[in-house]
Nanobody, 116 residues
């Protein structure tokens, strides 16, 4: 049974940092290009960042987070991370991980709230 469990969200002031984690089980994690997505309240889910399966040699970010967020992975722990710095109120969202094709069952996500 495939499961994605996101954690690490919380309430932070603008300019602060958070590190999100997503633990995968029931899936051959090392074969997946993994990604983070987010869904602001009342809006559609949007892409945040991806990291390729080959140990993470390639990463890519949405323009809105480029230079502030860093995606990484630990294949031994079957976990993908999102280090978020210089957070802005516009980053307030529920954050989810999935493979780049969004082919895995969605987890519950983790709420990130950035106060101004």
């Amino acid at each position: 049974q495939v499961q994605l469990v996101e954690s690490g969200g919380g309430l932070v002031q603008a300019g602060g940092s958070l590190r999100l984690s997503c633990a995968a089980s029931g899936v051959r994690f090392s074969s997946k290009t993994m990604a983070w997505y987010r869904r602001p309240l009342g809006k559609q889910r949007e892409f945040v960042a991806f990291i390729t399966r080959d140990g993470g040699s390639t990463t890519n970010y949405s323009d809105s987070v480029k230079g502030r967020f860093t995606i990484s992975r630990d294949n031994a722990k079957q976990t993908v991370y999102l280090q978020m710095t210089s957070l802005k109120p516009d980053d307030t969202s529920v954050y989810y991980c999935n493979d780049f094709n969004m082919g895995l069952p969605w987890g519950q996500g983790t709420q990130v709230t950035v106060s101004s």
